[in-house]
């Protein structure tokens, strides 16, 4: 069952305010920054896996974007990847391409590493015009390494397409 629909918003509001003194406060604002995943062609970006995981200290997870369940239980595999959110609870995750048929999607090669704190979150996505980044045998997996001292709870939302 593919996807029926499916929204991604992330937004920042502030205002910002100084005391003068012998004057009138300065405020700025409010203002905003927002960004919002819609109008995904759900033709074209048809799949969605919610995953998670529990990783114990110092241990790791690969993760292989080409055999995934999505929530109706559908085991399904990507051949492109849109957006992925991940929400470490714990302790720190380090993300990489994985040992083995690494996923360099937006880490530009085969070293570089992303650590999110535990409490924090990371999301990254293509443009929703696609064609997303190409998932394939030798361009699949990301490693997820448990960077603290506890165990790690991570949560993960992969949104992509099987065409």
């Not at 991604?8 to 910002?16: D, G, T």
């Not at 559908?74 to 992925?84: K, Q, R, Y």
């Not at 924090?120 to 997303?132: I, K, N, Q």
């Not at 998932?135 to 065409?163: E, M, P, R």
Request: charged fraction near 5%; proline fraction near 6%; glycine fraction near 10%.
């Amino acid at each position: 069952m593919p996807i029926q629909q499916v929204n991604l918003n992330i937004m920042s509001q502030w205002i910002m305010s100084r005391t003068n003194t012998g004057f009138a406060t300065t405020v700025a604002g409010p203002d905003s920054i927002n960004f919002t995943l819609t109008g995904i062609n759900t033709t074209t970006f048809n799949q969605l896996a919610p995953l998670q995981y529990t990783i114990l200290t110092t241990a790791s997870q690969t993760v292989d974007l080409s055999a995934l369940v999505n929530t109706v239980y559908e085991s399904f595999g990507l051949l492109h990847a849109l957006t992925i959110v991940v929400s470490p609870v714990g302790s720190s995750v380090t993300i990489a391409p994985g040992a083995s048929n690494g996923l360099t999607w937006w880490f530009g090669g085969t070293t570089p590493t992303i650590t999110v704190p535990a409490g924090g979150f990371f999301c990254f996505s293509e443009p929703v015009a696609g064609p997303g980044h190409v998932v394939d045998a030798t361009h699949k997996t990301l490693l997820f390494t448990n960077n603290g001292g506890t165990t790690l709870t991570l949560s993960l939302l992969v949104i992509g397409s099987t065409t």
